[in-house]
């Protein structure tokens, strides 16, 4: 197998269908180690690795300090809004001082779309991308990628349903690219507010009926509604939403076959997915977590063993 | 460029016959040793290992695993390439057992010296063995030696010692290629 042929991972679209296979084959090694009695190895030892955080996070954050101390790198954290961002410093500023300190790697998340691509041009740490405003979140995509994989065998040939928020969404566009990249069947789902106008020209379906994506799909990803990035009111209530786009019991019993159910958290319970779908044998959320462990660990693994 | 060859089919068998008896007068009928081969070469040799242990002990259920141990090797970083990880299966924990790792060709001993490491993290063997079917004699980086051994050879640093299996590469075959300069 080739080997991984990027520096930085700044999004999906930059890397190949061998890099997200080596990332997955490297995943399946690291989800050996975890699941062990001893969950470290001693690779990254002499790797220093800062998190910075523009933006709020708990499972990215949590995930990729678990994957960075199972891998024995040292980590610092770093998160806005306790910083000197808030007095004025520039984004290069930021991130030069922190590597002035001698730090290898910078996870970063953002809320300015690009940012990463622009950081990688001005630094010389090697940069991964946790989250870029409403552009890529790449990490989320490889272990949701991975997790179809695990449960259905393969991605190629699979239809997959992205479904609800996709205009706010990194992780639907992120997902497209990855399972596009792999051979899946890619549909979006949602109010037309909350669809892109132009998101066919990706070769994604498009459908706006709930039960027609759910009948069609292998696996639907639920998505959240991003309240926090909507400056305007894309449907007229929550409520609405909930009656037309939410996944329940009712619904999901109403299918010709099982499908997978998937969700990239944080849920919001009632909304976009009712707590029985959520908790149900149908719901692959712990294991997305859970795999979200081994797919950072194999992505920093392979970025750091390039040096 | 030149290649010597050193061991061929026969003699293989041979070889491996003999280092299962050596492996069964230690460690009788296996009921508390497990044999660990390292990936990605050594498991060839491992897999007829364990096959021809388990006919001549008659017994199905020897514990056998392969080890990967691109997460400790000391190059990591270091070196040009990119080190990319090999399977690993080891479905039982070595706590207690006794442990014969088995790899094709011994060299400078930093392949053994990341497996114990390696195999420490699956718990604390009682004891730990090497076998390797070629050693090459004084060259090592570390105070590693082997407790079976197939054939030593005395090589010079710029040699390769290339190991052919009928499964990796349709036949079996040790030969040693010297770049004459």
């Not at chain 1, 779908?277 to 977590?289: E, G, P, R, T, Y």
Request: proline share 3%; aromatic share 6%; with cysteine.
């Amino acid at each position: 197998m080739d080997i991984f042929s990027q520096r930085h991972l700044l999004g999906i679209k930059n890397i190949t269908e061998n890099d997200i296979e080596l990332v997955f084959d490297t995943a399946d090694n690291f989800k050996t180690v975890i699941n062990r009695p001893i969950k470290k190895v001693p690779s990254l030892r002499d790797v220093t690795v800062a998190n910075i955080f523009f933006e709020n996070s708990t499972r990215t954050r949590i995930s990729f300090e678990l994957a960075q101390k199972r891998l024995s790198a040292d980590v610092v954290n770093f998160s806005a809004a306790a910083s000197s961002v808030t007095k004025g410093e520039t984004l290069i500023d930021t991130v030069k001082n922190i590597l002035a300190m001698k730090v290898d790697m910078v996870v970063m998340r953002h809320p300015a779309p690009g940012a990463h691509i622009f950081l990688s041009k001005h630094i010389d740490a090697q940069i991964i991308n946790a989250g870029d405003g409403t552009h890529e979140h790449p990490t989320q995509a490889l272990l949701d990628a991975y997790s179809i994989r695990e449960k259905l065998g393969s991605v190629k040939g699979k239809k997959i349903a992205i479904i609800g928020d996709i205009t706010h969404s990194r992780v639907a566009l992120s997902n497209i690219f990855c399972l596009q990249k792999l051979g899946a069947e890619v549909m979006v789902c949602g109010p037309a507010t909350l669809i892109p106008k132009y998101i066919s020209s990706l070769g994604v379906k498009v459908e706006y009926d709930l039960m027609k994506a759910l009948n069609w799909c292998d696996a639907a990803n639920m998505l959240r509604i991003q309240l926090e990035r909507q400056d305007i009111k894309y449907f007229p209530s929550l409520r609405e939403y909930s009656m037309l786009y939410g996944l329940d019991k009712e619904r999901l019993d109403a299918l010709e076959k099982d499908i997978l159910i998937m969700h990239p958290g944080p849920i919001n319970r009632g909304v976009e997915i009712t707590s029985d779908v959520a908790d149900s044998k149908h719901s692959i959320i712990l294991d997305q977590v859970e795999n979200g462990v081994a797919i950072r660990m194999a992505v920093m693994y392979l970025l750091a063993g390039q040096n | 460029m030149n290649s010597k060859k050193v061991i061929e089919k026969k003699q293989l068998e041979i070889i491996i016959d003999r280092l299962c008896y050596e492996l069964i007068e230690n460690h009788g009928d296996f009921s508390n040793t497990a044999i660990i081969g390292l990936q990605p070469r050594g498991i060839y040799l491992s897999r007829r290992i364990h096959d021809r242990i388990s006919e001549i002990v008659k017994r199905k259920n020897i514990l056998y695993g392969e080890l990967d141990i691109s997460f400790y090797r000391d190059d990591f970083r270091r070196g040009k390439e990119q080190i990319i990880p090999s399977e690993m299966n080891i479905d039982f924990t070595v706590q207690d057992k006794k442990i014969v790792i088995v790899d094709d060709v011994l060299y400078t001993g930093r392949s053994i010296r990341a497996a114990l490491d390696a195999l420490t993290d699956f718990g604390r063997p009682v004891k730990v063995e090497l076998l390797v079917l070629v050693d090459r004699r004084y060259s090592r980086h570390l105070p590693i030696q082997p407790d079976y051994v197939g054939i030593s050879v005395d090589t010079r640093a710029n040699d390769k010692v290339k190991v052919e299996w009928k499964e990796n590469a349709k036949q079996d075959l040790v030969h040693i290629i010297t770049n004459s300069k």
